[in-house]
């Protein structure tokens, strides 16, 4: 399971505000349930042009939660130009700092405050797949991937999947997305990288704890994500770290299927049970 700081845990467990704005001057939407992840931020102005009010709706794991709670106390008493310089590394850093394979939440908290200031601006949305498409599985451009590797410093596949999920699904994108990144550190010069953070120990599980927390996760994490889009998911064996699972209602016929069960599934099961789940499908 991956390690979270308290503020993190704060405000997960306890987030404010939450629901939305009455009446909001913008509103801005991110995400979608098939990604695992949505967000959508209202905010209000006061008379001096500052953000008075700002409220979320998210459907995503811990750290998604958190972010959305954190953009909020973010950008209360900022004006729209003040609020437009937060970028997600302030997410992050304000929450204490994130696991790196979830620093996605905190770009779609960017993401989500960009596009409600341009509403608020009577602004088109940004196209969500300006660029070329690279990731089919989450319609991530190379674009969004040049932006972010950018923004955050990122050189390899994995940065960027952590950043994007780009990658993260079937994994045919990976050579595509290597390419960019070769192309745009060529000209660049790589920073110096931080020392990396020693790897914090986890508990070790029991054969039957695992197996319950497999089953709870699943119950609480998955099958509401999937019921929302017509789906469903059935536990159907558990071997070793293997575990077997079959999709059910649309979810069986759906393409993004793959994606479901590699980047959403096996990700919620690594989450909160171990970093060494693998997800199987069954076929019924």
């Known amino acids: 399971m991956w390690e979270y700081t308290d503020k993190v845990k704060k405000y997960f ?16 939407e991110v995400g979608s349930l098939a990604c695992g ?3 959508k ?14 409220k979320f709706q998210t459907f995503g794991c811990a750290s998604a939660i958190a972010s959305s709670s954190a953009l909020t ?24 700092g994130l696991p790196k394979e979830k620093m996605h939440c905190s770009v779609m908290g960017e993401e989500a405050l960009q596009a409600a200031i341009r509403n608020y601006r009577g602004l088109e949305p940004l196209p969500q797949a300006e660029g070329e498409v690279v990731c ?3 319609g991530v451009t190379d674009q969004e991937i040049e932006k972010v590797a950018r923004s955050n410093d990122l050189h390899t596949v994995e940065e960027i999947t952590n950043y994007t999920k780009a990658g993260g699904g079937c994994g045919d994108c990976v050579d595509k997305i290597q390419a960019i ?31 319950k927390l497999i089953e709870q996760t699943l119950e609480r994490e998955v099958r509401p994500a999937l019921k929302a889009d017509g789906g469903d998911i059935e536990l159907i064996d558990i071997d070793g770290d293997n575990v077997m699972v079959s999709l059910r209602g649309r ?3 759906c393409a993004a299927s793959a994606a479901t069960l590699g980047q959403f599934v ?11 789940l693998k997800v199987q499908e069954v076929k019924p």
């Open 37 to 39: 992840d949505a967000l």
């Open 136 to 138: 089919q599985c989450f």
């Open 13 to 28: 467990t306890d987030p404010v505000n939450v629901g939305e704005v009455e009446n909001p001057d913008g509103v801005g």
């Open 181 to 211: 990144l070769d192309r745009v550190w060529e000209t660049t010069p790589k920073a110096a990288a931080p020392a990396a953070a020693p790897a914090a120990a986890k508990k070790p599980l029991s054969n039957i704890q695992k197996m």
């Open 251 to 253: 979810c069986s016929s």
């Open 266 to 276: 096996q990700s919620k099961l690594r989450e909160f049970v171990s970093d060494d």
């Open 41 to 54: 931020l209202s905010f209000k102005l006061g008379e001096d042009g500052k953000i008075v009010d700002a």
């Open 73 to 96: 106390e973010l950008v209360k008493g900022k004006t729209l130009e003040e609020a437009e310089k937060l970028t997600n590394k302030d997410i992050a850093d304000f929450l204490g």
